[in-house]
């Protein structure tokens, strides 16, 4: 997310300018007790449930349970006691599962008003209630035989970025369950013409990882009203801890929504792809109102030298991940999600206002559950936030946080253009002074020797330690798609110009020793009508309309084509900075607007043997000196076939085409 997408999130406009609630308590929140026992806040028996709320500042808290999850009064109030460490605890010796229930919180003689508690794990139609529901209802048949698809290194990954409704709501997709959790259940779709959909595309694309937009339940989008279209990201969390209601099929029974997210998972597992989750703990959807500052006034938040919100957000708020239970709620919440849903990784929302240690504290704990589970995140904030910058977990802090990845802008302005300015292309349609920045991604981020500035361009400065922690990508959800991009930077672009330019884009992106990002659609060159900022736009600007599959095939072709040759040859995934060095030589190049490099030798024991990869943008053909031998081309002319070829060659020179990338081998 960046500050052009939130500077508009109206929801959560009410914060700002609101003043810090630690006037609730004259206790500095660095003296708050951390507890430090099992933090769950409802737990369920036939023969009892018990609830605890940590509200460290609180002078009463009761529970107050209902029958229903809207409306109606609550039938009976339970006092809560002080337990340890700013825990309170009840118990109730009943049955109440199907039940309902909110916390409430008295402070300073004032009663904060109803929440589902910090930690709700099952709640009722538009997260207002929390839900008593026995667990292990919740679990699909076969649930615990699910297992993660292997993932020898992160290096290995191919990541695709979806939003649930973009991706099943077209009418022509053959989808039952369009825009649920359950879209991605159906196998065997397809549209009218035979074009597979859905998971099968995701099969047919070669993908190795989903990454899905914000799944958690989140405040914009009414979910007592799907029979009306409503559209919207999900960047503004209300219950961190449970899947979105109108994802599922049924937002009222509080396991339906929770079964239906385990199906998806475990369908996609069956099909061979991980599943990644773009977490959003930066900030939340209100400040004031909201579950956090109703339980601990002013702790969950930092605020500014005026005692305001803070707001390197751009949403109201900034949460304060360098306070314990704040840190701790990250890596409890990122942790649930990890094991009773068996999510696969994590992409941060605005990494960046969060600190080095807790995302580290994160990392270690995740690697206790399994250490293939990945995790990156964007390495920068919307604004400046209220911590010292050495502190903040931002891009050119990447070598302090191993195993961590950031989104690599450099290489995406390098390609397509920078950020701010649609108009303006870059290397893909021949605009000098990008090149470097294009040699800079395709190494992985990391410091390579040939890598030095001159007068045509400029090389970003490093920051990735490994290439794993640098995510290639030339589009995703935030700006505009692909195509788009290339129409506003390219008025009266032709289809078959344009075709052209977006194959030179994922070329580089595929072949860069980073992990490459894919937005979906932009593999049939979807179209969102020039809209970048589509967070609340109707299916219209953001559906993937499933008819271009069969109209973009040839590139649709070549995408699945680019990512079966990656995946089938490991010299575009050293997957080690020193291998890189070693291995991965830039070629002198005879006029600017071309790169080209070769990957000497065959890393990691692979078939191809001294690789050559050439990037021409230019409007003319260039001819590049390379070692004598006799070659195999995989990829020419704007065709790729990396297992038959496309032919041979012998000599010691490559003729590129115009706007074309070139693929040989030994």
């Known amino acids: 997310m960046n500050l052009k997408q939130l500077v508009v999130m109206s929801a959560v406009a009410v914060a700002t300018g609101c003043t810090s609630s630690q006037q609730h308590t004259s206790t500095p929140f660095d003296e708050y007790p951390v507890y430090e026992g099992e933090w769950v806040e409802m737990a369920y028996t036939p023969a009892s449930t018990r609830f605890s709320l940590w509200a460290p500042s609180a002078q009463e ?17 339970v006092k809560m006691e002080p337990a340890s460490d700013g825990m309170w605890q009840a118990r109730v010796d009943e049955d109440l599962k199907g039940k309902f229930y909110t916390f409430n919180v008295k402070i300073d003689d004032v009663w904060q008003g109803d929440t589902p508690g910090l930690m709700a794990k099952a709640v009722g139609v538009n997260g207002d209630r929390a839900a008593v529901i026995d667990w292990k209802e919740t679990n699909p048949e076969g649930w615990n035989e699910d297992k993660r698809p292997p993932l020898k290194r992160f290096s290995d990954m191919v990541i695709y970025e979806l939003h649930h409704r973009d991706f099943s709501i077209d009418t022509i997709s053959g989808i039952r369950n369009r825009g ?21 595309h995701l099969k047919e694309l070669g993908v190795t990882h989903v990454q899905l937009l914000p799944s958690f339940d989140f405040s914009s989008v009414d979910e007592t009203r799907l029979d009306k279209p409503q559209y919207n990201w999900g960047y503004d969390p209300k219950n961190y ?46 400040t004031k109102g909201g579950n956090f500052e109703r339980t601990v006034p002013g702790y969950f938040y930092r605020t500014d030298e005026e005692g305001k919100w803070a707001n390197a957000s751009g949403c ?71 911590l010292p910058d050495s502190l903040l977990a931002m891009k050119k802090h990447a070598a302090q946080l191993p195993h961590i990845g950031m989104f690599c802008d450099e290489m995406r302005d390098s390609l397509r253009g920078p950020w701010g300015n649609d108009a303006k292309g870059a290397f893909v349609i021949g605009r000098m002074g ?51 991009r290339l129409k506003a930077t390219l008025p009266g672009l032709s289809a078959l ?3 052209a330019l977006a194959k030179l884009a994922a070329t580089a992106v595929f072949t860069s020793q980073g992990i490459p990002f894919w937005y979906a659609g932009d593999e049939i060159l979807r179209d969102k009508q020039g809209v970048a900022n589509s967070y609340k736009s109707p299916d219209a600007i953001n559906a993937i309309n499933w008819g271009r599959k069969t109209s973009q095939r ?30 991965l030589e830039f070629l002198p190049v005879p006029a600017s607007n071309v790169v080209a490099f070769r990957i000497k030798g065959s890393p990691a024991g692979d078939s191809w043997l001294n690789t050559i990869v050439v990037l021409n943008a230019r409007t003319e053909p260039v001819q590049i000196d390379v070692p004598e031998g006799r070659y195999w ?15 041979t060659l012998t000599g010691n020179k490559l003729v590129v085409v115009p706007r074309t990338a070139m693929i040989v081998h030994q």
């Open 316 to 386: 109201g708020n900034e949460t304060a991940s360098e306070r314990p239970m704040m840190r701790r709620f990250m890596i409890e919440s990122v942790c649930y999600w990890a094991r009773e849903y068996h999510i696969d990784g994590f992409r941060f929302d605005l990494m960046g206002i969060h600190d080095i240690e807790t995302m580290n504290a994160i990392r270690k704990t995740l690697d206790k559950i399994d250490p293939t589970i990945c995790m990156y995140g964007e390495g920068w904030a919307a604004g400046k936030p209220q």
């Open 434 to 484: 990008y090149a470097a920045g294009v040699k800079f991604g395709l190494a992985g981020g990391i410091a390579h020797p040939q890598l030095v500035s001159d007068k045509e361009s400029t090389v970003p400065a490093f920051w990735a330690a490994q290439p794993e922690q640098m995510i290639s990508y030339v589009s995703c959800h935030d700006d505009l798609c692909l195509a788009d």
């Open 180 to 200: 649920k959790f359950l879209a991605l259940t159906e196998e065997g779709t397809h549209t009218y013409l035979g074009e597979k959909t859905g998971i099968d």
């Open 61 to 77: 808290v009761r529970v107050l349970l209902y029958e229903k999850g809207q409306g109606g009064s609550a039938y009976r109030m």
């Open 497 to 499: 110009e344009m075709n």
């Open 633 to 647: 081309i995989a990829c020419r002319d704007g065709r790729i076939d990396n297992v038959l070829g496309l032919g």
């Open 241 to 286: 801890n449970v899947p979105e209601g109108s994802y599922a099929t049924d937002p009222y029974r509080p396991e339906v929504r929770i079964r239906e997210f385990k199906q998806m998972v475990m369908a996609l597992h069956r099909a061979g792809i991980r599943v990644v989750m773009d977490v959003v703990y930066n900030h939340t959807a209100i």
């Open 554 to 583: 040839d590139f649709f072709d070549y995408v699945r084509g680019l990512i079966a040759m990656r995946k089938a040859h490991p010299s575009f995934r050293m997957g080690d900075a020193d291998l890189i060095a070693k291995h």
